[in-house]
């Protein structure tokens, strides 16, 4: 509980030195206000977004994207996991195409897959699933060959199969590296879903970034942003919150 209350203490303390130097970029003598608007111009966009309700729809429509390609390539990335460990030589042949996919810039990517499945929430959610599926699915070989030795070996001195030695030795031996690349891979998940609404969109934080840029509209374009670092900071204390709750042994 203290660790908990001093890191929420600090990360206080870092946001206010970030807005007092970002208050006083935009004084007289500092950035113009179409480049750098202010702390308080930003707030007020963003109030009145929220209290009108302009904003609720774009939120809605990216967290439902994120949150749905984030559980589909977290699954999908456990799932080749656990393959690979189950039956290695599957190794020589996934892990080549997984790096390759990973090392093709999602940029690139995000238009094909708007071209192939549309404008819908579909291509949001397939390039959110793209980017969170490599995190997890390292996470995943990684944990699931970190379990005990003596407790491999006492299971299949009992005959148990392969996904009962899965479930009950290998998956809680690879709970705390999931909990960490899930922190990465909701991160990710956001980003995957705002580059495909910068693409092609016409709901979410990204299509409102990008449409108010083209109003010039900074201050709006700036709360549409605070709005994704809220949604990435609050997703990244849910999973710690998580972590805790599901591996506790680990802060024992």
């Not at 208050?23 to 977004?49: H, I, M, N, Q």
């Not at 892990?95 to 094909?112: C, D, F, N, R």
């Not at 390292?138 to 030695?165: K, N």
């Not at 010039?216 to 942003?225: E, G, N, Q």
């Amino acid at each position: 509980m203290k660790d908990a209350a001093k890191t929420f203490a600090a990360s206080l303390v870092t946001l206010a030195v970030l807005v007092t130097l970002w208050w006083w970029l935009t004084l007289p003598g500092g950035f113009e206000k179409s480049v750098l608007p202010s702390p308080l111009d930003v707030a007020g966009a963003l109030r009145a977004g929220l209290v009108d309700g302009t904003l609720h729809p774009h939120i809605a429509a990216t967290a439902r994207a994120a949150l749905a390609g984030l559980a589909l390539g977290v699954a999908l990335g456990v799932a080749a996991g656990s393959m690979v460990v189950l039956v290695p030589v599957l190794e020589m042949f996934l892990l080549p195409v997984v790096t390759a996919m990973q090392s093709i810039p999602k940029v690139a990517l995000a238009p094909l897959i708007v071209a192939y499945l549309g404008f819908g929430i579909a291509s949001k959610i397939f390039t959110a699933a793209l980017l969170a599926f490599f995190p997890a699915f390292l996470a995943a070989v990684a944990g699931l060959r970190s379990a005990d030795r003596a407790h491999l070996d006492l299971f299949r001195a009992c005959s148990a199969s392969p996904l009962r030695t899965l479930w009950h030795v290998r998956l809680p031996a690879a709970a705390p590296f999931l909990f960490g690349a899930l922190q990465v891979a909701v991160v990710f998940s956001l980003i995957g879903v705002v580059v495909s609404e910068f693409i092609a969109a016409t709901q979410g934080l990204g299509f409102v970034i990008k449409a108010r840029s083209l109003e010039l509209d900074v201050s709006m374009m700036f709360a549409a942003i605070i709005v994704l670092c809220a949604m990435g900071a609050g997703a990244g204390l849910l999973v710690r919150l998580l972590q805790r709750r599901i591996v506790f042994w680990r802060h024992a």
